[in-house]
């Protein structure tokens, strides 16, 4: 059996640094907001290019509480995607606010600047485009436009910590970056965890505040605020996995570089590659036209796959109310109907990669014929 994601590889490379870690948490009787958390934010925040960096309890609740430092909540429109899951959305949600769409450019499955223009109106306040897959998306176009507009922009970097574009990173260009360390991420934690990156202090003051039922130094509540902290063992763990983030996302790179090589003549229609770009290779995700009996080939021969993602949102029962009928973003809901996701983690054998490409190269001879 070939899974779609396993962490323990990558445990067993680092399992001495991880419980080293683990073990100086524990006899430091410090375990939620204490000196590992303060070393994780400052070490991510000079590596992302920026002045602060607050830890929090989740990727959603990274998003969630921007929202809420930007004074986003109810009567206000906060425009996003439709074919990046869920939580985004949740989070839009939890503050009061109304998501609206954007369709998706056709190549990158990232958020098409032309159609948010289009989808403003005087209740839009934010939009949260998603650096989906671990692709960093331009954001020059999108800046432009809410420097024209008023829109604050808050980048969902849930699946790109350590992704770029002209030596620009994710999560360095907009009022606020948020970041998921889920295990499954680029940089995974063995829980939940999240963090939010600002250039702004007064953004960071607020931000700190929030995840913290909204006290100051004095534990006087100054905001209405919530707990959503980043314990110590989790940001100790991620401060291991730090050091050799770039190094996971290179092996990452080069089973990314394995499938493009043996698939590019097939039916599959692979990632873009983009100049001047570092892609987490989060996810390595094919456009199958024939979804369902790629599947099944996989099924057969014992891989495990993911589908990211299989609805689009604007599509769902529980966000019905919202009004949009199938249709309305053709981009997105056709790439919903074909994307997959193959095995793509460090630790991940050479001799699984060939046995995911013999597969998918036979379902795809099928489907020629």
Do not use: W
């Not at 059996?1 to 490379?13: A, N, S, T």
């Not at 959503?228 to 050799?244: M, N």
């Not at 074909?338 to 379902?363: F, I, K």
């Amino acid at each position: 059996m070939i899974r779609y994601f396993d962490y323990r590889p990558e445990l067993d490379r680092f399992r001495g640094e991880i419980l080293d870690a683990m073990r100086r948490v524990l006899d430091s009787g410090h375990l939620v907001l204490g000196p590992e958390v303060h070393a994780f934010e400052q070490e991510c925040a000079s590596r992302i290019g920026v002045s602060g960096a607050v830890g929090v309890a989740s990727g959603t609740d990274a998003l969630a509480l921007a929202l809420r430092a930007l004074d986003v909540g109810p009567g206000h429109e906060v425009l996003t995607v439709a074919n990046a899951g869920v939580p985004t959305v949740a989070a839009i949600r939890s503050v009061g606010a109304v998501p609206r769409f954007v369709d998706v450019e056709p190549g990158s499955l990232l958020m098409d600047p032309a159609g948010l223009e289009a989808a403003l109106t005087p209740r839009s306040r934010c939009v949260i485009p998603v650096h989906l897959y671990g692709q960093p998306l331009d954001l020059e176009p999108i800046l432009e436009l809410a420097s024209r507009t008023g829109l604050r922009v808050v980048e969902d970097c849930a699946q790109a910590f350590g992704a770029s574009r002209r030596g620009r990173a994710a999560g360095s260009l907009s009022d606020v970056g948020c970041f998921s360390f889920y295990p499954t991420k680029p940089l995974g934690a063995y829980g939940d965890g999240g963090l939010c990156t600002t250039d702004d202090p007064e953004i960071e003051a607020r931000l700190r505040a929030l995840r913290f039922y909204g006290f100051q130094a004095d534990r006087h509540a100054h905001i209405e605020g919530l707990n959503s902290r980043l314990d110590e063992i989790q940001a100790a763990i991620l401060r291991v996995k730090l050091r050799h983030v770039d190094d996971l996302r290179a092996e990452r790179g080069e089973i990314a570089g394995r499938y493009r090589e043996a698939l590019r003549d097939t039916v599959f229609r692979l990632p873009q590659s983009v100049r001047e770009t570092i892609d987490t290779h989060h996810l390595f995700v094919i456009r199958a036209p024939d979804r369902g009996r790629s599947i099944r080939a996989l099924e057969d021969a014992g891989i495990g796959y993911g589908i990211h993602y299989a609805e689009p949102v604007h599509l769902m029962e529980a966000y019905a109310f919202l009004g949009y009928r199938a249709g309305e973003l053709p981009v997105t809901e056709q790439a919903c109907a074909e994307v997959l996701s193959l095995p793509c983690y460090a630790g991940l054998a050479e001799d699984a990669v060939d046995s995911v490409v013999r597969t998918l190269r036979a379902s795809a001879d099928e489907l020629a014929t």
